[in-house]
């Protein structure tokens, strides 16, 4: 399963590196990073054909985070210039721009998507069924955990999205809702949603699915110190308005603001 999948997530990748390179938009590998999750937990699935509770369980909440992060990137860049990340990329590269983009950006994406989903395709291999009051709880504590995380990216996505919107809010810095006690809200949902993920994973409590932990762990690391907060923590670095924003909130985990 686990060959037949990197296949498939392979395959994947390639078919969004070539409509990147068409619409002369590497971004769109950002697109592609939800909607690769969904491809590994259906591939896992229909693979194995194991239809009990946990695998059912773990492939709805990524069909559903993972399409929701599609559309929402989808709608937003498709039509839009390249992100500025991407071009920066390309003025960094300067020669052989789309092998650079195939190896930088898409088939590492494929590499850290595949270690992140291990969770997903260990969930694929537990046969046993939930049936001992504990597995239960562990159960229903992940599914709570996800539905915790999902609303903090989802309505931390549409918060943003709303306040860009206004013409008035131009050159201001987001500060209310969730975004008032966490500066990246979207960024501590994914983050626990994944973790949560993993806790229905190891429901039945096989070893093998144990080890699932390194997906959240990469995740979360990422997200902290490489490619999420830092990026955007950067960007705002000399704005006086972000800065004072900074002094009172919480960088990722949800606190009532500093006064």
Do not use: C
């Not at 990137?73 to 920066?88: A, C, F, H, S």
């Not at 409590?205 to 490619?227: A, R």
């Not at 900074?246 to 603001?257: D, G, H, N, V």
């Amino acid at each position: 399963m686990y060959l037949f999948t990197a296949l498939t997530l392979f395959v994947f990748f390639v078919i969004f590196f070539i409509i990147a390179q068409v619409k002369k938009n590497n971004g769109l590998a950002d697109m592609a990073w939800g909607l690769g999750f969904v491809v590994v937990a259906l591939t896992s699935l229909i693979y194995t054909g194991n239809y009990t509770y946990i695998p059912l369980a773990v492939t709805l909440l990524v069909f559903i985070w993972g399409f929701r992060l599609f559309f929402y990137i989808g709608l937003r860049n498709w039509n839009k210039p390249e992100d500025y990340r991407y071009v920066n990329m390309r003025n960094k590269w300067k020669t052989n721009i789309p092998l650079k983009a195939f190896l930088k950006v898409f088939m590492l994406q494929g590499l850290l998507l595949y270690i992140i989903s291990l969770p997903i395709q260990f969930s694929m291999q537990t046969k046993k069924a939930v049936d001992e009051p504990l597995e239960f709880i562990i159960l229903g504590l992940g599914i709570l955990l996800w539905l915790i995380g999902f609303y903090f990216e989802a309505v931390g996505d549409a918060q943003l999205k709303t306040f860009k919107k206004d013409p008035s809010n131009k050159g201001k810095i987001m500060q209310s809702g969730l975004w008032k006690y966490t500066r990246h809200p979207n960024y501590f949902g994914e983050s626990l949603m994944w973790w949560s993920v993993w806790i229905v994973s190891i429901a039945t409590l096989e070893i093998l699915s144990l080890f699932g932990f390194v997906g959240p762990l990469l995740i979360t690391l990422l997200l902290l110190f490489v490619s999420g907060i830092p990026l955007l923590e950067k960007k705002y670095k000399d704005n006086p308005l972000f800065q004072e924003y900074a002094r009172k909130t919480s960088i990722f985990f949800p606190l009532p603001p500093k006064k």
